[in-house]
T-cell receptor
Framework: EAGVAQSPRYKIIEKRQSVAFWCNPI?????LYWYQQILGQGPKLLIQ????????DSQLPKDRFSAERLKGVDSTLKIQPAKLEDSAVYLC??????????FGPGTRLLVL | GENVEQHPSTLSVQEGDSAVIKCTYS??????FPWYKQELGKRPQLIID?????GEKKDQRIAVTLNKTAKHFSLHITETQPEDSAVYFC???????????FGTGTRLLVSP
C-alpha cells in the first residue's frame, strides 16, 4: 500500500513569512498526526485529527500555527508568521484502528 | 502528562555485539510502547512494539521487554550489524488517546 505522502520535502523561508505543508495519509486511516522534530530531539505531537475533528492540539502554538483536515483525508499545517525556532522537520503520520502510526518522509523547514 | 526518558543518548558497539536501550515513563496509564528507527534524513519506522499485557516480545534479532511495576521498557538488539546504525526512539501512549510521547533518542553506531 502507498505510504504517507508529504510535500514539499524542503522549504527555506525568512522569519515572519508564512509557510504551508501538505499531508496525504494512508488510504483508510482515520487518524492523522502532525509532529515537529527539532534536530537532535524526538518528535513532538502538534495536533491529532480523528477524521476531520481535532482530538488533541494542546501543544500547538495557536498564535502562529494552524491545521485543518476539512474532508477527513488530506491535511495542511500552516505557520504564520514563522520564527527562527520553527526550523525543524514537520512529520505527518497516520493510523487506522489501534496505535501503530506510520510516518511520512517529513518536510524540512529552515527559517532564516 | 506523560514524560519519557531514554538512555543512553549515544551507544557505540562492535559488529556482532548486543545493544540495549532503556526508557522510563511516568504515566501508569500508558499501555502501548513502540520503538522507531530513524536513519539520517529518513522517516521514523516502527521496528517493534509492545502492549502492557505482555512482558516481552521478540522479532528475529530485536526484542523488547516491559516492566510495568518499575515503568520501564528496553530494546535489545543482538548480533548487531552496521546497517543497525541509526537513531532509535522509544515512545509511550495511553491507547485511549493514541498520543505518542517520544523519548529523546539513542544514536547507535555499529562499527565493522
Amino acid at each position: 500500500e502507498a505510504g504517507v505522502a508529504q510535500s514539499p520535502r524542503y522549504k527555506i523561508i525568512e522569519k515572519r513569512q508564512s509557510v504551508a505543508f501538505w499531508c496525504n495519509p494512508i488510504s483508510g486511516h482515520a487518524t492523522l498526526y502532525w509532529y515537529q522534530q527539532i534536530l537532535g530531539q524526538g518528535p513532538k505531537l502538534l495536533i491529532q485529527f480523528q477524521n476531520n475533528g481535532v482530538v488533541d492540539d494542546s501543544q500547538l502554538p495557536k498564535d502562529r500555527f494552524s491545521a485543518e483536515r476539512l474532508k477527513g483525508v488530506d491535511s495542511t499545517l500552516k505557520i504564520q508568521p514563522a520564527k527562527l525556532e520553527d526550523s525543524a522537520v514537520y512529520l505527518c503520520a497516520s493510523s487506522a484502528q489501534g496505535e501503530t502510526q506510520y510516518f511520512g518522509p517529513g518536510t524540512r523547514l529552515l527559517v532564516l | 502528562g506523560e514524560n519519557v526518558e531514554q538512555h543512553p543518548s549515544t551507544l557505540s558497539v562492535q559488529e556482532g555485539d548486543s545493544a540495549v536501550i532503556k526508557c522510563t515513563y511516568s504515566d501508569s496509564a500508558s499501555n502501548y510502547f513502540p520503538w522507531y528507527k530513524q536513519e539520517l534524513g529518513k522517516r521514523p519506522q516502527l521496528i517493534i512494539d509492545i502492549r502492557s499485557n505482555v512482558g516481552e516480545k521478540k522479532d528475529q534479532r530485536i526484542a523488547v521487554t516491559l516492566n510495568k511495576t518499575a515503568k520501564h521498557f528496553s530494546l535489545h538488539i543482538t548480533e548487531t550489524q552496521p546497517e543497525d546504525s541509526a537513531v532509535y526512539f522509544c515512545a509511550a501512549s495511553n491507547s485511549g488517546f493514541q498520543k505518542l510521547v517520544f523519548g529523546t533518542g539513542t544514536r547507535l553506531l555499529v562499527s565493522p
